[in-house]
């Protein structure tokens, strides 16, 4: 996790994201709320 000076959080490092994404096609991170990131939304940055 990165923070900023406020404390919120502002970044997640994910391991294995490509092998997730092909497994399931998407990745869940869940912080306070769940977020669901689609592969599509990522394959310019797993390219």
Same mark, same amino acid.
């Given at each position: 996790? $990165?923070?900023?000076?406020? %404390?919120d959080? @502002?970044?997640? $490092? @994910?391991?294995? *994201? $490509? #092998?997730? @994404? /092909?497994?399931?096609? !998407?990745?869940? @991170?869940? &912080?306070? !709320?769940?977020? #669901?990131? /689609?592969? %599509?939304? &990522? *394959?310019?940055? &797993?390219?």
């Amino acid at each position: 996790m $990165r923070y900023d000076t406020d %404390g919120d959080a @502002i970044g997640v $490092r @994910i391991t294995n *994201a $490509r #092998r997730t @994404i /092909e497994d399931d096609g !998407h990745l869940t @991170i869940t &912080l306070p !709320h769940a977020v #669901r990131v /689609e592969a %599509g939304d &990522l *394959a310019a940055a &797993l390219a």
